[in-house]
């Protein structure tokens, strides 16, 4: 008897949101939301709002901080404060 695995892909996983701080340097995406209050306040004064399209630049040489540009000019954040960010 053979066995046979059937591996199905619904649009759902597709979908799945990550955190900014999953990102590698190349990948963009859309912020959807924030997961800290406080820190959200600080993040939407520096230009990241929820539908602004960031791209991530580059990372340091141990990860952290991170380069992006978001609105136009590149921002630096720690993995911390980027792990607040959703993106789509």
């Known amino acids: 008897m053979e066995l046979i695995q059937i591996s199905f892909i619904f649009d ?16 963009t995406g859309i912020i959807k939301e924030f997961t800290d209050l406080e820190m959200s306040v600080k993040l ?6 929820p539908g602004e ?4 630049e580059r990372l340091a040489p141990l990860g952290d901080p991170m ?8 921002l630096s954040l720690r993995k911390k404060e980027a792990s607040t960010i959703i993106m789509q």
């Open 12 to 27: 759902s996983d597709l979908d799945r949101d990550m955190k900014l701080s999953q990102f590698l340097p190349g990948q």
């Open 44 to 49: 939407m004064e520096m230009g990241c709002l």
């Open 53 to 56: 399209s960031i791209v991530v």
């Open 67 to 74: 380069a992006i540009t978001v609105s136009g000019y590149q």
